[in-house]
């Protein structure tokens, strides 16, 4: 089965909300303690779903917010050089910083991250800086859940949701639950289940599907009922090494297995999962297919040092998939 | 035509926001600098409309925050001694403070009012602080668009709703727009958009559904085209002494006059209009005549000093309905 | 032993602070809760010392900021109409409030206070709103403890320290310590010392030295040696209807007795205190008349129903003192 | 001339106020933007006092606040490694940050830093955690500027002043002005003025006593004839490649030259000046000697890539002096 997207518009994908630095430990198997070098990237979910689409051939715009400094600077000439559109990225002119992610790499299982997160320019994009014209030629629209996590970015994703609607783009809502700058976990379901009903695609993880429900231990079956009740056409729900399913509205089920490979550190997968399952529906694959590309492509990155640098190419997915049939 | 409510639920209207105090001034005809002594009232749209359906006999809940001091307890007995159940008055432990408006009576066309909203106690109410098993209980839930202009009220309102929908309460959205306490009209657009959505009647004047559509000058048929898109049944446009227009979604359009009166103040006309329209279409009357009740009711507070003191009996709105036919 | 001025100086007496607006209880001996009518007075301890002393016929000017609102206007036309300078009153431009205190009056020994003190106006005075040409021409400087309670006026306040000693400015520090605004009493005695020790005379009750001091149970003598250490030359410490005392840095001590009236409410005792002991410290009176002249004014206020209007003149304190030798 | 410490106190210096992490670019010559790996070194200037202080052989302690995280464990088992006292050095438990300084190294000339300030734990220091018995048992207290830019870490200062003067501590006020954090200039000045006229030392560039003078291209001899009307004894005012001089209370001046040496970057002078200095003056040599230790330490800094690391021995400092005679 194939989902459709609007052949009209003129972008593929367009992602709004963060895009961030990551500092990656330059030394492995310690602390972040002793770790003395950090490695620079992009970091930051919607930024690597960019950056990942891009980088497998999509026509793809990033709406968002950096700062009017050297991170800032960074971010911008990184996505521009891998292909993607950063014309609607707003420079921030109040003082605020690019959030920062410093990441430790005790062992494949075990790696923490010290997030700052503190007045954050991602987290001060505004309504009358979201340029409808933009939005409205785009197939699909990826709005990251922590974008919904303060104000004024908050009614700057739920405009550009409304925006989607008026003009029939598709709204993928990738859950990126991240503790962090929510108040409670009452707040974040209120504009989860807000959004997750108004989107057409929902992706994210049990987890963070439990989150949208405030409460521990859901059903994916009671999930998805309750889901296709409004917008919703097709859900994504991620299990970890156990793979992941994808339901349509029309009933249909289909499940996907995680690929095997030598895990460096866990972060980034969900981001190049979300990268190459997007890119396999835009292209017109099957909805298994997509599933097989979105968690080869996970598998890559985790066996990487970074998340938006490490994004794979169609063939090494492709490969990846033929190798572990 | 009538609107129809469903006859199981315990009560008939559960409004939900601030309750505040109104200190009008007790000498009339000359400015606030002159006037120096204050009656204290209860006043807010949402406690209005409460005291109001109460008065005309309905079964009427609030929920809402109230601080822990002299203001809060008068607020609270005031309304239970008009009948308002006030169990789900939740008291606010953190020092917030009652809402004031001190008003200033000029002349009959020049009312001036002086708020102070700062750190209200109404706008911390918080999401688990609603009671689903009371929300899910009543015919009419009343919804005050002031309540969505900060958090943490925003979001335990968005729960408000969500649970309404869930359980088949009918939701009245009162826009009761006030410019203090929104950050930008940008916001409160998008809030107002968001909320009028799922709501079931939406009353307003047609400045208030301007802010809605975050432009000026709208015109009402297109309003109610966009609206019955979503959720909503039946809209009532209030254009002042013009009267007022009632919109189904079957397409019927109703429109209700303005009762002449000797005015006192401006204020209070609105939360009468909707404590006697309700009380109208709930207890069965046709759309044309709660457009009357409604009206009525405005004209006999605006020739009050209060605002809830001043709300009417059913037969004082009758006998002025039958005097002006 | 009488205290000495610069009599070149153009002013007597420069407050500087907050001046507010009390809302009193026109409705006695009941709680605040059946309390139904209020009247407006001016408030706020530097307000009310300024208007004390301008009642007694000193040349008086205010330093503060009031609201450009009905309140604000209404402070600034009183304090102007009883002879206060106001030409140094600051107009706040950024829709901070006017201070309100409702009272109260359930018996002569039991008056509670409700305050609204968030984002108030008085605190937000600036130090590029103090002008040095004004400071220097007054032979007393009144300073507020509450001043400097909240940045930016704390800065003002200490700002204004720092001119005063610079044009031989004699600097009266009235500890004024009210809970709301400070955050901790750790916060309060450290700027209570800062300013304390920059001050030639400190009046307080034995409870607000205990706050400067950051501990419960303080002795005078202990109080006044730390003291005389530095800057300070005549320091008054009340104990209520016990009496209160001046101490000189030249050792000597004089009492002064409490003064018998009929009370009808608490407030307002210290604000005329003050006003009446600097009054006769300042026209050449002893240090023992200042103190009877202060304590026969406190007395004449608690029997009255306001803080500010019911300042009385001198000769209501003349007579007072002569019917009680 | 010599300046004189009491013997009897336990420690040599206990500075006060933030320790940070200073992320260094490992690539040289080039912008920021292009810089991807970064060398992590502990820094901020007190904290960066007390370890150059340390190495070179004083008894130090150090009083601040450090978060409950990777990096705050990390600079507390640097500092104590390199002998430095840290049993004062708080946890923060309240989520706030260090903060960071990412530095780029374009040329000799030209060096940006690129600050995280926001929410960090070292201006979250309480008065409540200041420990006298730690205070009172130093001959230097170093009180850094920036630590009174914010509260409550601005009152736990205060309150430090104020218990080292009980206790006979000589306070050593570095200036230490960052922009950021603090809200005004008018702000920085009044701080500064009152700190300044407190302490018995003061160090700074022209450029910062022209801060807290609150006027630009101020006088030495005008700055050092205000400040030694009140506490102030000994006076270093910097002039970058001119040199220093120093002023004390009995009327003598002393000139200090600046060390020729390869530039690699223009940061971490100050501290390193300011370590060599107290360090000879404690140790009992002349201020002739102590103006040579600090110019030559600073020399020292500037050619290599860290703050902290970088720190030189004595006999490094002796050897430069020896070198340039």
Same mark, same amino acid.
């Given at each position: 089965m194939?989902?459709q997207?609007?052949?009209?518009?003129?972008?593929?994908v367009?992602?709004? /909300?963060?895009?961030?630095?990551?500092l990656?430990?330059?030394?492995y198997?310690?602390?972040?303690e002793?770790t003395m070098?950090?490695?620079?990237?992009v970091g930051?979910?919607?930024?690597?779903?960019?950056?990942?689409?891009?980088k497998? /051939?999509?026509?793809?715009?990033f709406?968002?917010?950096?700062?009017?400094?050297?991170?800032?600077?960074?971010?911008e000439?990184?996505?521009?050089?891998?292909?993607v559109?950063?014309s609607?990225m707003i420079v921030d002119k109040?003082?605020?910083?690019?959030?920062?992610?410093?990441?430790?790499?005790k062992?494949p299982?075990?790696?923490?991250i010290?997030?700052?997160?503190?007045?954050?320019?991602?987290l001060?994009?505004?309504?009358?800086?979201?340029?409808e014209d933009y939005?409205?030629?785009?197939?699909a629209?990826?709005?990251?859940?922590?974008?919904?996590s303060q104000?004024?970015s908050?009614?700057?994703?739920?405009?550009?949701?409304?925006?989607?609607?008026?003009?029939d783009?598709?709204?993928?809502?990738?859950l990126?639950?991240?503790p962090y700058?929510?108040?409670?976990t009452?707040?974040?379901?209120v504009?989860?289940?807000?959004?997750a009903?108004q989107?057409?695609?929902v992706?994210?993880?049990r987890?963070e599907?439990?989150?949208?429900e405030?409460h521990v231990?859901?059903?994916?079956?009671?999930?998805?009922t309750?889901?296709?009740g409004?917008t919703?056409?097709l859900?994504?729900i991620?299990? /970890?090494?156990?793979?992941?399913?994808?339901?349509t509205?029309?009933g249909e089920?289909?499940?996907?297995?995680?690929y095997m490979?030598k895990v460096?550190?866990?972060? /980034?997968a969900?981001?190049s999962?979300?990268?190459a399952?997007l890119?396999?529906?835009?292209?017109?694959?099957s909805?298994?297919t997509?599933?097989?590309?979105g968690s080869?492509?996970?598998?890559?990155?985790?066996?990487k040092?970074?998340?938006?640098?490490?994004?794979?190419?169609v063939?090494?997915?492709?490969d990846?998939?033929a190798?572990?049939?």
């Amino acid at each position: 089965m194939k989902y459709q997207f609007d052949d009209s518009k003129k972008y593929d994908v367009i992602a709004v /909300g963060r895009a961030c630095i990551d500092l990656n430990a330059v030394e492995y198997n310690r602390p972040m303690e002793e770790t003395m070098t950090f490695s620079k990237y992009v970091g930051g979910s919607p930024a690597n779903i960019a950056i990942g689409t891009a980088k497998l /051939g999509l026509k793809v715009g990033f709406v968002g917010k950096i700062p009017d400094d050297q991170h800032g600077r960074f971010i911008e000439q990184y996505m521009r050089n891998v292909g993607v559109d950063t014309s609607e990225m707003i420079v921030d002119k109040d003082g605020h910083k690019t959030g920062l992610a410093f990441t430790e790499i005790k062992s494949p299982d075990e790696c923490s991250i010290l997030m700052y997160r503190d007045q954050v320019a991602d987290l001060y994009l505004q309504t009358d800086e979201i340029n409808e014209d933009y939005i409205k030629n785009t197939k699909a629209l990826v709005i990251s859940g922590t974008a919904l996590s303060q104000s004024p970015s908050r009614e700057a994703i739920l405009k550009t949701v409304q925006l989607a609607r008026q003009h029939d783009v598709k709204i993928v809502f990738e859950l990126d639950y991240r503790p962090y700058t929510w108040k409670t976990t009452e707040e974040t379901a209120v504009y989860y289940q807000l959004v997750a009903e108004q989107a057409n695609i929902v992706i994210g993880t049990r987890d963070e599907f439990d989150m949208l429900e405030n409460h521990v231990g859901g059903e994916n079956a009671a999930t998805v009922t309750a889901l296709f009740g409004h917008t919703p056409e097709l859900i994504v729900i991620k299990h /970890g090494v156990e793979g992941s399913y994808a339901y349509t509205k029309s009933g249909e089920t289909f499940r996907g297995k995680a690929y095997m490979t030598k895990v460096l550190k866990t972060f /980034g997968a969900g981001d190049s999962y979300a990268s190459a399952f997007l890119y396999a529906l835009i292209t017109g694959e099957s909805i298994e297919t997509a599933l097989k590309f979105g968690s080869a492509s996970a598998s890559i990155v985790v066996s990487k040092h970074s998340s938006s640098e490490a994004m794979p190419s169609v063939s090494e997915i492709e490969d990846l998939i033929a190798a572990q049939v």
